[in-house]
């Protein structure tokens, strides 16, 4: 990770503005490194430029032209590229020097734009003429940066890093000799992500006994360890007994407040099914925890568990309604090219949603059979009754309204993109936010700041299933949310291991 800029002050967008030194130009030689930064990382970070401490760092001016391209995008990608605009307008306007000199930071370092002139040059060293012949088309921004940072590496005696969230850029770059990293500043440690099973804590036969009868035990730090607040941990005994508990503070741990099945409005009776999913639906139904942030492997439940959660929850009242939403890989992508509404257009994104809240209302579930198969002549007459006045499903006739579509239709079950969440404030609304893993911690950060007063977000997905080409397991919005958050009164996290969607699903999530 990059060490952090000694920094003077902000401004309204929460940039820092170094101290600027009094001499005109800035040398990058010495000890320091030198950054060239690809436009992905500007992007996927506006502020990173503070970042660097008493390093130098190089934007090349193919960087400007494609940022130039995206700042006019109605979304999160034009927004952070008008961040950086601003931001190095502001900088350079408050020296006057050349933006090739570079203006000093209080570490050290510098930022100034690189201008390569060694690749047109005529007579082009033996490195330009090998990287020529490699990657003759220099009209891609990608040859022409990776050219800038190989021509800065001739040119300059100090260590040169071209800085990339693009992999295969990487590779490209390493090829011809130029050393090259991914952005670390936001990336968490390997076990925040990897070692997130329910701890074990051993106690004694009548400890566990008083627990489940009085749903309070207090235990010392030598027998804990460290413990973050709203942990959940398992109560184990010699003979294999267990009971979950939840860590609230000091060493005391707390029974789980669970009822014995959900029972969804005009739908089914949903119960945990192993100790995971009760420690969930246990940070779910608290009303004192406005952030829940879940980790599961496909086939866990963690959706289906996050959606039950909500209706229950919205059918009691404690909610204006439920929002569900999830990113439109990347989130900044606009919908206009699907037809229809924005629930329409949003459809194909959130079919997971509406799985699960298939699932939970299925057409006409009675008390007694709800959750079994009935017979096809049975749900035959059941579709039938929702044609008014017996009229045929050819077409013409207006079509079976599902459960959750009145919902939807009185407002309670509500589909948000996140591509127009900027500016929002989301009051009282219990918001289930899918696939979170896809987000950048900066778009992740955008929906958390949405949150209004009494209103809960639940983020899951899987740390392992990345489909961004620019974030993984360490650095997308999910691990990024609950590393930095972890630890407060009004976040929880749960992790789920047991896949519960069927054996066949549980055998593939494990062994492919």
């Not at 700042?71 to 050349?98: C, D, M, P, W, Y």
């Not at 009085?214 to 460290?226: A, E, F, M, N, Y």
């Not at 109560?235 to 407040?257: C, E, I, M, S, W």
Request: proline share 5%.
């Amino acid at each position: 990770m990059y060490p952090l800029t000694p920094l003077e002050s902000t401004d309204e967008q929460g940039f820092f503005f170094p101290e600027l030194a009094k001499s005109g130009g800035v040398s990058s030689a010495g000890l320091a490194k030198n950054f060239v930064l690809d436009t992905n990382v500007l992007v996927h970070d506006p502020h990173c430029l503070n970042r660097f401490q008493n390093n130098h760092v190089f934007i090349p001016v193919e960087v400007l032209t494609e940022l130039d391209n995206f700042k006019n995008e109605q979304n999160e990608r034009g927004a952070n590229a008008r961040r950086v605009h601003r931001f190095l307008s502001q900088i350079f306007s408050r020296k006057l020097t050349s933006v090739t000199d570079g203006v000093p930071t209080t570490g050290g370092g510098s930022i100034r734009v690189l201008v390569n002139e060694s690749a047109r040059g005529a007579k082009p060293n033996a490195a330009m003429k090998r990287f020529l012949k490699i990657f003759p088309d220099q009209d891609r921004m990608d040859h022409r940066i990776m050219a800038a940072a190989l021509a800065l590496q001739e040119r300059e005696k100090a260590p040169t890093i071209l800085v990339t969230k693009d992999l295969n850029m990487q590779l490209r770059a390493m090829a011809i000799g130029l050393q090259c990293e991914d952005y670390l500043s936001d990336k968490v440690a390997v076990q925040d992500v990897d070692g997130n099973e329910t701890r074990s804590i051993a106690v004694e036969a009548h400890e566990l006994q008083r627990f489940g009868s009085s749903g309070v035990l207090t235990l010392s730090d030598d027998r804990t360890g460290k413990m973050e607040i709203n942990e959940y941990v398992q109560l184990q005994v010699a003979d294999g007994k267990l009971l979950p508990a939840r860590h609230t503070a000091d060493g005391v741990f707390t029974r789980l407040n669970i009822p014995s099945h959900l029972q969804i409005p005009r739908g089914i009776d949903l119960r945990p099914a192993n100790t995971g999913q009760q420690c969930f639906l246990d940070a779910l139904l608290d009303p004192e925890i406005s952030l829940i942030t879940c980790y599961g492997k496909a086939g866990t439940g963690k959706t289906l568990l996050a959606v039950a959660a909500g209706l229950f929850m919205t059918s009691r009242q404690e909610f204006n309604g439920m929002t569900v939403s999830r990113p439109v890989v990347a989130m900044g992508d606009t919908l206009g090219f699907l037809p229809g509404t924005l629930n329409e257009k949003m459809h194909p994104w959130l079919q997971s949603i509406y799985d699960a809240c298939e699932l939970l209302m299925p057409l006409h579930p009675t008390k007694n059979d709800a959750g079994k198969k009935r017979p096809f002549s049975d749900r035959k007459k059941d579709a039938s009754a929702d044609v008014p006045n017996g009229a045929s499903h050819n077409g013409h006739q207006n079509p079976i309204v599902k459960p959750y579509e009145q919902l939807i239709e009185r407002g309670l079950l509500e589909i948000e993109a996140l591509c127009y969440i900027r500016g929002r404030s989301i009051p009282n609304r219990f918001f289930v936010l899918d696939e979170a893993q896809q987000l950048t911690p900066l778009e992740a950060k955008t929906v958390v700041t949405r949150m209004s007063r009494g209103s809960k977000l639940v983020m899951v997905g899987d740390p392992a299933q990345i489909d961004n080409p620019y974030v993984d397991s360490r650095s997308n919005g999910l691990v990024y949310t609950r590393n930095r958050l972890r630890g407060h009164v009004l976040t929880a996290h749960i992790s789920l291991t047991k896949g519960e969607r069927s054996p066949l699903a549980e055998i593939g999530a494990s062994r492919m």
